[in-house]
């Protein structure tokens, strides 16, 4: 258990104040947070345990024991997930690798809570949508745009999880069945908090319920969803299979949003492309390369162009630098080198 001496410090030095009308346990520290609206139900029941998923200095992650809903806090400059409840505290003043180790988690009655800290939702946001797509051409120039960038950039697939990729893309609209199997396999592939194969099914998913104007994309997206969804537990990890959940019902985090937003317009997709790259170690190219795989796949009935087949990275594309591959990602719960779908087995 972390000390609570130590919490109390850390959040004290972050600035923020208890929620009004809150009355924290005994030794608790109460902080406010903002909290997403997917998250409304979740909150909203008795308070009850969670399941510690895992620890990080810009977010934890707990897991509902009941229901298997995955609760994110984070902190105000970290990725914002769409289940996420959003802290004012910046990481560098982060109050959560204090709680390293702790299991005493807690969800419902209006709050999250691990060791000491106790986060009250005090406000509400909505994860956000992109706008209205533009016409034929100006979508098709965002694609282009997208797919010389990505030529060159750092993913996590391997080979065959390309192809796979790939006969999705070609599947999605004139042979269903076909395109479920192709994202079945994708399922866990790679090691991480967020397996490769995962991203790009949730940046796929994404992308053919928001750039497809018509109704067709988002009955595709829905269907497809819909089955990944329901294969996912247990063959990836609970994070993962939590955002393709929400993918499957058009949710994303800001970064990849914004990128679909900007393909559909054609307009800023370079900008877009290089915010979402920091995203992880090779999580924003594996979520960009499913968009792109998605944005294809409305060439219905046609065969995709073939996927990049990223090698250097950073060669053509100007972006802030991913951190250096010898780092200590997190890897939760798999450890490198197998993918999370063959360590469940």
Not at 155 to 183: C, I, K, N, Q, W
Not at 278 to 302: C, F, K, N, P, Q
Request: glycine share 12%.
């Amino acid at each position: 258990m972390a000390d609570p001496g130590e919490v109390n410090r850390a959040v004290a030095s972050v600035g923020v104040q208890a929620a009004p009308g809150a009355v924290p346990p005994v030794g608790a520290v109460s902080v406010p947070g903002a909290a997403s609206t997917v998250l409304r139900a979740v909150l909203a029941g008795p308070e009850r345990a969670a399941r510690v998923l895992g620890v990080f200095p810009a977010a934890l992650y707990l897991a509902d024991v009941d229901s298997g809903e995955v609760v994110t806090v984070c902190t105000h400059d970290a990725v914002r997930l769409p289940n996420a409840v959003v802290l004012a505290a910046r990481t560098g003043r982060s109050p959560f690798p204090a709680l390293t180790g702790c299991t005493d988690a807690r969800i419902g009655g209006g709050l999250v809570g691990l060791g000491s800290l106790r986060v009250d939702a005090v406000r509400w946001w909505t994860p956000p949508r992109p706008p209205a797509p533009g016409d034929v051409r100006t979508r098709a120039h965002g694609v282009t745009t997208l797919c010389a960038a990505l030529d060159t950039a750092a993913t996590g697939l391997p080979a065959g999880a390309r192809a796979d990729l790939a006969e999705l893309s070609r599947y999605a609209y004139t042979d269903p069945e076909r395109a479920a199997g192709a994202a079945l396999r994708l399922i866990g592939l790679g090691p991480g908090l967020t397996p490769s194969g995962d991203d790009a099914l949730c940046g796929f998913l994404l992308a053919l319920r928001h750039l497809d104007p018509g109704a067709a994309g988002a009955r595709h997206a829905h269907t497809l969803g819909a089955r990944v969804a329901a294969h996912a537990p247990g063959r990836t990890t609970d994070l993962s299979a939590a955002l393709l959940g929400h993918a499957a019902r058009g949710d994303g985090c800001t970064q990849l949003i914004d990128l679909i937003g900007a393909m559909g317009r054609d307009t800023d997709v370079l900008p877009c492309l290089r915010r979402l790259l920091t995203v992880g170690h090779t999580s924003g190219a594996d979520l960009a390369l499913g968009v792109l795989a998605g944005a294809e796949a409305m060439r219905t009935g046609a065969a995709p162009a073939e996927l990049p087949h990223p090698t250097l990275p950073h060669a053509k594309l100007p972006h802030p630098k991913l951190p250096h591959p010898k780092l200590p990602y997190p890897k939760l719960p798999y450890p490198e080198g197998r993918s999370a779908r063959e360590q469940r087995a």
